[in-house]
């Protein structure tokens, strides 16, 4: 069976997304800053439609992280965009446009009950309301010996993991200070984790755990 | 002249110190799990008088940082060990006993004045109670062409930080979320940092970060 991974990038101070989020800047003041270093691989590009990337050991560390992928768990707010009036809108496709970059099934956690959506290129929204236990158990059933990634935001993260269901953690540390915004880690509980990989490059350090209690 | 390091170890979720902190548990409960990795290491034992360590990477890693450094600032609590009465006692001799691993000037940030505490081997504690630019200021002058090694706490280490005073973060990075605590980092601003040297091992990702604004 595939893993539960928590992949998500992060501030030197702990931060996943900046202050003043919004729906025009949907990670905050200075949030955009925490990606800037995937915006360039062929990994990335190429997932997003895009060409002219850079093959690099960061292109494809991210690369065999895609490959691994068999299904994706979000929260509502990484579907949306942010806040928005969405959920009382039965037709809204969210924030990733028409060929969303999963390109796997997508569990997004919400309080809302809803008809999944199919979106182009393999991406399907499926809205799971019962809590963060069928989210996952939904999202193992769909990615088959493929890893669940845990996206975000940070919620969801602090709900899987407190949950217990976490397997693993892929943390890509990005050298910059946000001071203050939403916390990746917040109210947690003591635990233990192993480190299994670090592969470093200028602009970011990834960095992957297990969980191991 | 020498550059100024913060040199700490720090959870995976961001935190330097576990809760309830007291003077039996002055890194609080799960705080000692911060230090694990140091504590077998030859650079270290030798440090505190204990020999039979083991010589590794990271053994070597803390000995050139140790070289490196000419001078200490550190907070009340980490003299003391804890909020305990010392401030009132002027025979009080801090937490590490009579021959204290540091073996340089050591700058302690207070708000009670007091004369300088010469130590057996080296160190000795002077105590600064007119602000942290004077403390770092005399540290410097103390460390000629060495490092001045910013040894925590967190709030002096955010008071070096936000004065714009910090050239260097090095951070030991422990695969440990202690949940709650005392967090490194807490009401800072935006700031941009550089990755100059990452060492992994199994128990520890030592990072080392200049700051650049």
């Known amino acids: 069976m595939g893993r539960t991974v928590l992949e998500i990038s992060v501030s030197l101070d702990g931060f996943v997304a900046g202050p003043n989020p919004s729906l025009e800047l949907?990670?905050?003041e200075g949030g955009e800053l925490l990606h800037d270093w995937a915006l360039g691989l062929a990994a990335w590009r190429e997932r997003h439609g895009l060409a002219d990337g850079e093959e690099s050991a960061d292109s494809e560390f991210v690369a065999e992280s895609l490959e691994r992928t068999g299904a994706v768990v979000m929260g509502r707010r990484m579907f949306s965009g942010g806040d928005g009036p969405w959920?009382?809108?039965?037709?809204?496709?969210?924030w990733w446009g028409d060929d969303p970059p999963f390109r796997a099934p997508v569990f997004v956690m919400t309080h809302h009950a809803r008809e999944p959506l199919v979106m182009e290129g393999g991406t399907t929204f499926t809205f799971v309301s019962d809590g963060v236990e069928s989210a996952v158990e939904q999202a193992r059933a769909a990615a088959g010996e493929k890893d669940v990634s845990i996206a975000g935001g940070a919620s969801v993260a602090q709900q899987v993991l407190g949950a217990g269901l976490l397997d693993e953690m892929l943390i890509?540390?990005?050298p910059v200070l946000l001071g203050s915004g939403t916390r990746l880690f917040d109210g947690g509980t003591l635990g233990r984790c192993e480190r299994t990989q670090v592969l470093d490059s200028a602009g970011v350090t990834h960095i992957r755990y297990d969980v191991l209690e």
């Open 26 to 28: 949907p990670l905050g």
């Open 172 to 174: 890509h540390l990005v």
């Open 87 to 94: 959920e009382d809108d039965p037709n809204a496709t969210g």
